[in-house]
């Protein structure tokens, strides 16, 4: 189950992002949706880039605190510290003082360009260091379950606590004002960070020797196996089909 919480934290986050962050940054903070949907766009590009050299850095970290560990811990303060930001421009003075009087100049307001900057920059670094915490933690997870049964145990409990997250991302938004969002995004941010660390102190990896042993062997039954699959057409029950 202390695998499991991490779940709850990341996937609140994740759907508070996509249910109201678009409308907050349109609505509230008036950057423009083409801003916004090109920020994506962009932060997605960089993350199919960053997601396998991650994943390669995690692979080959060796610590007295294990591969994974070390990088969940790091990687939850930094994603969450700039998610909580993400929904605190109107504390900086990004958001206009005056809804009733702003006018619209070839389609976009000047008085918050600096609002966009701040959402381009934010969203394209938490995006990012989201490979931080996720990509190890999905490897975690799959090296504490050896077996078949272990791994559906340990799975199911991770998708009922992604299930709360996910209703808790859509629905405590709706619960309070848009200039108070950033109390939900705070709110999400210390419980990512809380159930990361929980889930850190609390188990251990496998050694690195056993994970390293088992690679072994499992190149040796492959390099065993090839012959025998370039073998097998030329057997007679397969020349007599």
Not at 96 to 120: E, L, R
């Amino acid at each position: 189950m202390v695998a499991s919480l991490p779940y709850l934290g990341y996937y609140g986050m994740r759907y508070m992002r996509s249910s109201a962050m678009k409308f907050f940054y349109s609505d509230t903070v008036l950057v423009p949706l083409w801003w916004i949907a090109f920020t994506v766009v962009t932060a997605v590009a960089v993350d199919a880039l960053t997601d396998p050299l991650a994943g390669t850095i995690t692979d080959q970290c060796r610590s007295r605190w294990g591969r994974r560990r070390p990088f969940i811990a790091i990687g939850s303060i930094v994603s969450s510290l700039l998610f909580a930001l993400l929904w605190m421009p109107c504390l900086f003075g990004l958001c206009p003082a005056n809804y009733d009087n702003m006018q619209c100049v070839d389609g976009s307001f000047g008085t918050v360009d600096g609002a966009w900057i701040y959402f381009f920059i934010l969203y394209l670094l938490f995006y990012v260091s989201l490979d931080l915490v996720v990509v190890p933690l999905e490897a975690l997870s799959a090296e504490l379950s050896p077996t078949y049964s272990d791994r559906n145990c340990l799975f199911g409990v991770q998708q009922a606590f992604t299930v709360v997250g996910i209703a808790l991302g859509v629905l405590a938004p709706g619960l309070v004002y848009a200039n108070s969002y950033y109390l939900v995004g705070l709110g999400f941010a210390v419980l990512m960070i809380v159930f990361c660390w929980v889930m850190v102190a609390c188990l251990k990896e496998r050694s690195t020797a056993s994970s390293s042993a088992e690679v072994a062997d499992k190149a040796a039954q492959h390099d065993r196996l090839s012959p025998k699959v370039r073998q097998a057409p030329t057997h007679r029950c397969y020349r007599s089909n």
